[in-house]
C-alpha cells in the first residue's frame, strides 16, 4: 500500500489544488470530500471514490478499507492531512471523488414533483443550507440557475453536511430552466416582492417548482414575467426579506403540509 508523508508530493499537490480551484476540479472531474459520514453518504449517492487516504493515528486502514473496497488507498502522516483537511474533527480520513453531470436532462422526477429552484445563490453556507432543507423535505430535484460558485467547492461540501449528495442537482440559465419546467408542464411560485399573492394561498399539489432569489437583488425579471403566480411570504416587522434558505424551507413545508407530507 502506497504510504506519503510529504506535503510537497506532486499528488498532495494536486489536491490542494483541488480544495482551492474550481478550475481544477473542473479539469480533472475529481474534488475532496472529508469526514466517515459524508464519504459514506456520498458512496451511497451514487459517487465514485478514486482514492482514500487516511491517517492511521484515527482511522486504521480496515476501517478505510470498509468505506470503498474499489478506491485506492493510501496511508498519510498527520502533516499531510492538516494540509489537506479543513477540520480537525473529519475522522482522520479524506476521498477524491469523481464529480457528476448536473445536466438538467440527468434528472430522474417522479410524477408529480416538487423542485426548489435558487437563482445565482452566492455563499457557500447559504447553498448547503438550501440542500439541508431540500433533503429534509426529500425533494426531488434542486436546481441551481446562473451559478456563481462551484457547487464542489468545498466550503458548499462541508456546509451542506453531506446534503449535496443526497439530492438530485442541476444547474442550468435561467432561460434553459424555464424551458425545462414549461415542457415538463411543472408549475413554478416565485418569491418575489413585485405584484405577489400570499404564498399559503396556492396549489402546490401539482407538479410544483418553488423559485427562490438573492436577498440582495431577488429574482430577475424574466422569472418573474414567466412564473405560473408570484408569491410572497407576509412580513409583519421592520425588514422586507429574509435569509433565502430560511424563505425557501417556508415555501417547501407548505407545499409538503398540502401534500401530505
Not at 468505506?67 to 499531510?80: C, Q, R, T, Y
Not at 456563481?148 to 458548499?156: A, E, G, Q, T
Request: aromatic residues 6%; glycine residues 4%.
Amino acid at each position: 500500500m502506497k504510504q506519503i508523508s510529504s506535503v510537497q508530493n506532486p499528488f498532495i499537490k494536486s489536491l490542494v489544488l483541488l480544495q482551492e480551484k474550481a478550475k481544477a476540479r473542473k479539469q480533472s472531474g475529481t474534488f475532496l470530500i472529508e469526514g466517515n459520514r459524508e464519504i459514506s453518504i456520498a458512496i451511497k449517492g451514487g459517487y465514485e471514490m478514486e482514492t482514500l487516504l487516511f491517517l492511521p493515528e484515527i482511522c486504521s486502514e480496515n476501517e478505510a478499507r470498509q468505506l470503498s473496497k474499489s478506491a485506492d488507498l493510501i496511508e498519510i502522516n498527520k502533516e499531510v492531512y492538516q494540509k489537506l483537511a479543513y477540520r480537525d474533527t473529519t475522522e482522520g480520513i479524506l476521498a477524491v471523488a469523481k464529480t457528476k453531470s448536473l445536466q438538467l436532462s440527468d434528472l430522474k422526477l417522479s410524477e408529480n414533483p416538487l423542485i426548489l429552484v435558487a437563482e445565482a445563490p452566492e455563499k457557500p453556507g447559504n447553498i448547503g443550507a438550501l440542500l439541508r432543507t431540500a433533503d429534509a423535505a426529500n425533494l426531488d430535484a434542486v436546481i441551481i440557475a446562473n451559478p456563481k460558485s462551484d457547487l464542489y467547492n468545498p466550503n458548499i461540501v462541508r456546509s451542506s453536511v453531506g446534503c449535496l449528495f443526497t439530492n438530485q442537482i442541476a444547474t442550468g440559465t435561467t432561460s434553459e430552466i424555464i424551458a425545462f419546467l414549461k415542457e415538463r408542464k411543472i408549475n413554478f411560485y416565485c418569491a418575489t416582492l413585485q405584484n405577489s399573492t400570499s404564498y399559503h394561498t396556492q396549489d402546490y399539489t401539482t407538479p410544483t417548482a418553488l423559485v427562490v432569489g438573492t436577498e440582495a437583488t431577488g429574482l430577475t425579471e424574466e422569472w418573474r414575467k414567466e412564473a405560473t403566480q408570484n408569491i410572497i411570504i407576509p412580513m409583519q416587522g421592520e425588514i422586507d426579506s429574509m435569509n433565502v434558505s430560511v424563505a425557501a424551507a417556508i415555501l417547501i413545508f407548505e407545499a409538503k403540509r398540502q401534500r401530505g407530507f
